[in-house]
Nanobody
Framework: DVQLVESGGGSVQAGGSLRLSCAAS????????MGWFRQAPGKEREGVAA???????FYGNRVKGRFTISRDDIKNTVTLQMSRLTQEDSAMYYC??????????????????WGQGTQVTVS
């Protein structure tokens, strides 16, 4: 079974930074597209960023220039560095794995495994 465990969430003041990490196990990590999604109460799930097996990266429009996604195929981790946070960034953040059948973007339909989420609160 694919297992994804997020960490690094918390509370931060507007303008601050947070670093989220996702540890993956149970599958051939390096062959998967990895993504970060978020969902705030009462809102739809939103694709934040994704990184493909060849290093190609997608960012959602609302986070471009502020968030950076990276992956370590040795440690089987994917990281989301978030900076210049605003209250609109407050949400539960989820790590997700996509078997990468030619698509690595913000479509949640493509992701077959999800972590439990980590809360980010910006005040």
């Amino acid at each position: 079974d694919v297992q994804l465990v997020e960490s690094g969430g918390g509370s931060v003041q507007a303008g601050g930074s947070l670093r989220l990490s996702c540890a993956a196990s149970g599958y051939t990590y390096s062959s998967y597209c990895m993504g970060w999604f978020r969902q705030a109460p009462g809102k739809e799930r939103e694709g934040v960023a994704a990184i493909d097996t060849d290093g190609a990266i997608f960012y959602g429009n609302r986070v471009k220039g502020r968030f950076t996604i990276s992956r370590d195929d040795i440690k089987n981790t994917v990281t989301l560095q978030m900076s210049r946070l605003t209250q609109e960034d407050s949400a539960m953040y989820y790590c997700a794995a996509n078997p990468d059948y030619g698509y690595c973007g913000d479509g949640s339909w493509a992701y077959t495994s999800w972590g439990q989420g980590t809360q980010v609160t910006v005040s």
